[in-house]
Nanobody, 123 residues
């Protein structure tokens, strides 16, 4: 069974940091681009960051550029999202996804999704 399991979400004050992790089963991770997407209440899902399979090229939404960093450890089948300088508008459920090797920013092109992890930024 293909699985993506996110962890690391929680409640943090504005300006704080969190590190999300996504552990993938072997068949899911190999030759796959990986992405993080988020969905806030009442809003559509939006692209946050993606990372390609071979070159590790990264893409970021303008709203998180300079604050978030996506990385992957192919030996451990894990992708990370380091989130710094968090803002209340970053509050959402964050989803990990596996898709084409070049890691497009369109979530509709991704095949596998995790269950999501809640991130709440509030004082």
């Amino acid at each position: 069974q293909v699985q993506l399991v996110e962890s690391g979400g929680g409640l943090v004050q504005p300006g704080g940091s969190l590190r999300l992790s996504c552990a993938a089963s072997g068949r899911t991770f190999s030759n796959r681009g990986m992405g993080w997407f988020r969905q806030a209440p009442g809003k559509e899902r939006e692209f946050v960051a993606t990372i390609s399979w071979s070159s590790g090229r990264t893409y970021y939404a303008d709203s998180v550029k300079g604050r978030f960093t996506i990385s992957r450890d192919n030996a451990k089948n894990t992708v990370f999202l380091q989130m710094n300088s968090l803002k209340p508008e970053d509050t959402a459920v964050y989803y990990c996804a596996a898709g084409p090797p070049m890691a497009p920013v369109n979530g509709d092109e991704y095949d596998y999704w995790g269950q999501g992890t809640q991130v709440t930024v509030s004082s």
